[in-house]
């Protein structure tokens, strides 16, 4: 297995399902710049929005709080089971996740509640986890 290293994100996100044909909400795009992973996806079923957790309004159906911890990269694209090494460990736990990917690296994003959790299992199963640093 692959020891992976990973940096823990400072803030809390929250993710909102929409309607499909909704526009992206103004309270989504007010933070998009002050969080550490932000979002939009859009399905035939869905638009979902990830952003951060205290811009999310009472009135829609949303999940969170999450705490974000991104792999360290950019990765290789040709890589074979990122997300699978470290999710594993976090199932056997019973730690729920919500993946996201981006062009550079992979993202889990675990319910704040259970984010020291996942970090001691992750270290656990040998992997490296450090605060996010700010300027």
Do not use: K, N, Y
């Amino acid at each position: 297995m692959t020891a992976w290293e990973l940096t823990r994100h400072a803030g809390e996100l929250g993710q909102a399902r929409l309607a499909a044909h909704a526009s992206v909400p103004r309270w989504a795009l007010d933070d998009a710049f002050e969080t550490p992973c932000w979002g939009v996806t859009r399905t035939a079923d869905e638009l979902s929005v990830l952003c951060a957790w205290e811009a999310l309004p009472g009135t829609v159906t949303a999940v969170g709080p999450f705490v974000a911890f991104s792999v360290d990269g950019p990765l290789e694209h040709s890589l074979v089971g990122v997300l699978a090494g470290l999710l594993e460990p976090l199932a056997a736990a019973g730690i729920s996740i919500l993946a996201q990917s981006t062009f550079d690296t992979d993202w889990v994003l675990v319910p704040s509640a259970r984010a020291d959790d996942a970090v001691a299992v992750w270290q656990q199963a040998g992997h490296a986890i450090t605060l996010e640093e700010h300027a």
